[in-house]
């Protein structure tokens, strides 16, 4: 079956460095990608979305990158802070109805003061 | 802002007990969600709803029903509650097909512990 998988379970950034965490996909018919957010005990919380006809979209401190060519995305995080520790998640969606979306299973991202 | 909530946080149930969980969420939106999320794991699809009194199974709806009797209100339901029901769960809504509305939000989760 279809499947979204993150290449990396942890990631330990230095306070104010840049983050990047990656995610690869294997439905080259999804067209909507989604990351989210997700602290220690809370549900998720939306960060930020692309569109298949996109390759790149910003939002505040965070960008995220598509490449439908390689089937990757990933999300950075500019000038890092304690609280962006937390779990990472990005999920896809296909093109057709109101399809589930697909989820990856997480990267824990540190921030190290 | 978008607003799910769930009733309950935190429930500690005995085997064989019947279990509701109650989502209510604050925005219209068409479509409601129930995942539970174990470690290593991820999010899996439980259950999901397009509309009032219609649903559809997920990908591990075994051991579950849910009901949707109105459109901000889904509730899920363990029949006869297992210990391989331990788990954190969580609701989650979207709108329908508006073209900028497939971003699902989530609710806090409710963590239940079966004994």
């Known amino acids: 079956g279809e499947s979204v998988g993150l290449h990396l379970p942890t990631l330990s950034v230095q306070e104010g460095d840049n983050s990047i965490i990656n995610c690869a996909y294997s439905?080259?018919?999804?067209?909507?990608f989604i990351w989210y957010k997700q602290e220690s005990g809370k549900g998720p919380q939306f960060i930020i979305d692309?569109?298949?006809?996109?390759d790149k979209r910003q939002g505040q401190r965070v960008t995220v990158l598509l490449n439908k060519t390689v089937k990757h995305l990933s999300l950075q995080i500019a000038a890092t802070q304690p609280g962006d520790s937390a779990v990472y998640f990005c999920a896809e969606k296909g093109r057709f109805g109101n399809e589930k979306l697909t989820f990856g299973t997480g990267t824990r991202l540190t921030i190290i003061p | 802002d978008v607003k799910v909530t769930q009733s309950s946080r935190y429930l500690v149930k005995r085997t064989g007990e019947k279990v509701f969980l109650e989502c209510v969420q604050d925005?219209?939106?068409?479509?409601m969600f129930w995942y539970r999320q174990d470690p290593g794991l991820g999010l899996r699809l439980i259950y999901f709803?397009?509309?009032?009194?219609?649903?559809e199974k997920g990908d591990i709806p075994e051991g579950y029903s849910v009901s949707r009797e109105k459109k901000e209100r889904f509730s899920l339901i363990l029949e006869s509650a297992s210990t391989n029901q331990t788990s954190m769960y969580l609701c989650?809504?979207?709108?329908?097909?508006?073209?900028?509305?497939?971003?699902?939000?989530f609710g806090e989760g409710s963590w239940l512990t079966v004994v």
């Open positions: 439905n080259s018919a999804s067209d909507y």
């Open positions: 709803s397009y509309d009032v009194k219609m649903k």
């Open positions: 692309i569109r298949s006809n996109m």
């Open positions: 925005m219209d939106h068409e479509n």
């Open positions: 989650a809504s979207s709108f329908g097909t508006r073209p900028s509305g497939n971003t699902i939000y």
